[in-house]
C-alpha cells in the first residue's frame, strides 16, 4: 500500500532534550517536506526536499532541521526543543499536484 | 493579514443538505487550488484540484474559482454523515519549490 510513514504518533518531551520524527515514503517521489499545524494558523511548511541531499526552507524553519540522504526517508529533527515547537506534524510526499501526508505527530514540549 | 482566510466553523447541517465552504486569499499569483479534507487524528487528503478560474465537478463535490473575486468555494450536495470532516483549501503559484498556502480549516458536522 503506498504511504507514508511518521513515528511516533505521540511524543512528550521536556525542554532541550534532542529528538527525533522519522518519515518514510514507499512511493519512491522525489518531493517531500514536513509541515506543522496549529488552531487558527492552519498547515505551515518547516522544510522541503527536492530529491537526496537537496533540502531548502520553509516558512517556519527555526529550531528544526532535516536530512535527506536517502529518496525514501526525510527526518525532522529537533536539536533543542521548546514548548513553542508544541504541534501537530506532518510529512508529506508529492506526486505531480497531489500531496502524499502521513497520519501525524503529536508532539508536547513541557 | 493571512494570505488565505477560511471561516473555522464549526459548520454544522442536517444529512442532505447542500455545504457552501469557501476560501478568500489576498495574492493574485495563486494559479492553482485545491481542497484537502482531513478527519480527525488523520493526515489531509487532496479532494479537488483546478487551474486557474471555473469549475470542476467530482461526484457530489464541485470546486468554483472566481480570480477577480480572489474567492474559491466547495460545494458539497447531498451531504453524509462520512463528510464530517476538517476542509482546508489551499494555494500555490506553483512554482519549483511547491509552496502551498493553506487555510485553518473549516469544521464540518453533517448531522444523521
Known amino acids: 500500500e503506498a504511504q507514508v510513514t511518521q513515528n511516533p504518533r505521540y511524543l512528550i518531551t521536556v525542554t532541550g532534550k534532542k529528538l527525533t520524527v522519522t518519515c518514510s515514503q514507499n512511493m519512491n517521489h522525489e518531493y517531500m517536506s514536513w509541515y506543522r499545524q496549529d488552531p487558527g494558523l492552519g498547515l505551515r511548511q518547516i522544510y522541503y526536499s527536492m530529491n537526496v541531499e537537496v533540502t531548502d526552507k520553509g516558512d517556519v524553519p527555526e529550531g528544526y532541521k532535516v536530512s535527506r540522504k536517502e529518496k525514501r526517508n526525510f527526518p525532522l529533527i529537533l536539536e533543542s526543543p521548546s514548548p513553542n515547537q508544541t504541534s501537530l506534524y506532518f510529512c508529506?510526499?508529492?506526486?505531480?499536484?497531489?500531496?502524499?501526508f502521513g497520519s501525524g505527530t503529536q508532539l508536547s514540549v513541557l | 493579514q493571512k494570505e488565505v482566510e477560511q471561516d473555522p466553523g464549526p459548520l454544522s447541517v442536517p444529512e442532505g443538505a447542500i455545504v457552501s465552504l469557501n476560501c478568500t486569499y489576498s495574492n493574485s499569483a495563486f494559479q492553482y487550488f485545491m481542497w484537502y479534507r482531513q478527519y480527525s487524528r488523520k493526515g489531509p487528503e487532496l479532494l479537488m484540484y483546478t487551474y486557474s478560474s471555473g469549475n470542476k465537478e467530482d461526484g457530489r463535490f464541485t470546486a468554483q474559482v472566481d480570480k477577480s473575486s480572489k474567492y474559491i468555494s466547495l460545494f458539497i450536495r447531498d451531504s453524509q454523515p462520512s463528510d464530517s470532516a476538517t476542509y482546508l483549501c489551499a494555494m500555490s503559484q506553483m512554482d519549483s519549490s511547491y509552496k502551498l498556502i493553506f487555510g485553518s480549516g473549516t469544521r464540518l458536522l453533517v448531522r444523521p
Open positions: 508529506a510526499s508529492r506526486s505531480g499536484e497531489k500531496l502524499f
